[in-house]
Every structure is written in structure tokens, then in C-alpha cells.
């Protein structure tokens, strides 16, 4: 990033975003001194200009707008959500625009905001896997009707396959027996699986 484009998201995340110097400083990788600076600098010059030369830019209300704070929210709780989930549940709270301005939205947000790197872990074959479930609204065609439909999914750590299936709830017997028809369908129960949920480690044996 250029230092004006630099400098002009900095006057930009403090003005307008309210950011105080030291979060600027840390999420951008710059000194508070060289933040507090252009700060300084920025408000000399808009202190300096004469009003006649000021142009008072009107700000284009979008259909966004409304849906932000919610958006900040799912981001705070899902660290790793998809443009195409955030759409889906703004779409449930009767968001009626277009996706693309919700991922240029977000893009412009993942841009600016620096994110914590993903360590990946790698393991020999047949050693750890990981699960989730995933809830999509999926629009019938001889129904006429848009109906919430749950996954499940397994994915192995080592060679990234996948296994999805249609569940009809998240309960713990369906859990177990999705996990064991994952395991089964791979064959991986020779040594040792280690599946990662969110509270617990299952571990399948022979």
C-alpha cells in the first residue's frame, strides 16, 4: 500500500470509524508515531483551508446501512463466515439487495483489517479430521417454497477429503452415527481417527 492510500486510511479508520491511534497502529503495522503524525498533519490542513474551498461531500445512503452493526457481529462470532452466509442471514432479516455489494462490503473490511494466520496442521494419514454442521436455505423448485437444510460434514486433515450428508437435526446420536458412516465409507478405523468438535475429542478405534 502506497503511503498516501496508507495515510488516507488512517484519517479515514480514525475520523470516520472512531479507531484510537494505537489500535490504527497495530492492525495497520505502523508506528503511533508516524499514525499520530498524519493525524496531526490532516488537521492542520483542514484547519488551514478557507471554507470557501471546502466541498462538503453528501454521503450515498446504501441498503447496507442498516444490516452493518449486524454484520459486525457475525464476523465477531464467526472469525471465518463466508461471504455467501453473511448474505443468507441478512437475507433472513430482510436484506433485499444483491450479494455482490455484501462482499465488496466485506472485502473492503478484510482489506483493512489485518487476519490472524491460520496455522495448519498436517498429520500422517488417518490421524485427525474435523466436522461441522452447515444450515443453507435451498429454494424448491415444485414446492415453490425455500426450506432450511442441514449438512454435516467431515473433512480429513491430511488429504482434505471431504464427506457431506443431509441430516435432519444436530443431536448427538445423529453426531455419532454421521461420524461412523464417514469413518466406514474410508475405511480409516485400521489405526486411529481423531475427529475435533467443538466442546469434546471423539476418538474411534477399531
Known sequence: MKNEQLENTVITLHIQKGWPIRRISRELGISRERVRRWLVSNSVSRDTTPASEITLKKKRKSKLDPYKEFIAGLLEKYSNITGQRVYEHMKQKGFDGEITIVRDYLKSIWNVVSKTPVRMVETDPGQRAAHDWSDYNIPFTLSGKTEQVTFF???LGYSRRQYIEVVD???QQTLFRELIAALSTWMV???RSRAIT????WIAGR
Open 169 to 171: 437435526d444436530k443431536k
Open 153 to 155: 460434514s467431515y473433512i
Open 198 to 201: 467443538r466442546k469434546r475429542v
Open 189 to 191: 478405523c485400521h489405526g
